[in-house]
Nanobody
Framework: QVQLVESGGGLVQAGGSLRLSCAAS????????MGWFRQAPGKEREFVAV????????YYADSVKGRFTISRDNPKNTVYLQMNSLKPEDTAVYYC????????????????????WGQGTQVTVSS
């Protein structure tokens, strides 16, 4: 089973930036779409962004579109989430996850489509 470890979270002022990283333990990582999700206090976990296994396409939640960028470095088994123009409402625990399906043609955005999850990294945006 693929192990995922997120890092890069922290405390930042509104308008600031952070880059999250998610390192995978296996080289098979490059054959799976990768997603980022987040869970704010008292709320359900929600989709943030996804990147195709090949890196050729991405998709974002409306709430982060234009501010966040997902990317991947397959030789390093790592996916990134660059977060700019952060807002207090971006405060949450951020999780990365791997798609259940090998080389899926499309982009998974539902949580049940993901099989392995990291432990999460806290992002706090102060106003």
């Amino acid at each position: 089973q693929v192990q995922l470890v997120e890092s890069g979270g922290g405390l930042v002022q509104a308008g600031g930036s952070l880059r999250l990283s998610c390192a995978a333990s296996e080289r098979t990582f490059s054959n799976y779409a990768m997603g980022w999700f987040r869970q704010a206090p008292g709320k359900e976990r929600e989709f943030v962004a996804v990147i195709h296994w090949s890196g050729s396409s991405t998709y974002y939640a409306d709430s982060v579109k234009g501010r966040f960028t997902i990317s991947r470095d397959n030789p390093k088994n790592t996916v990134y989430l660059q977060m700019n123009s952060l807002k207090p409402e971006d405060t949450a625990v951020y999780y990365c996850a791997t798609d259940r399906r090998f080389q899926r043609a499309g982009l998974p955005i539902a949580q049940f489509e993901y099989g392995n999850w990291g432990q999460g990294t806290q992002v706090t945006v102060s106003s």
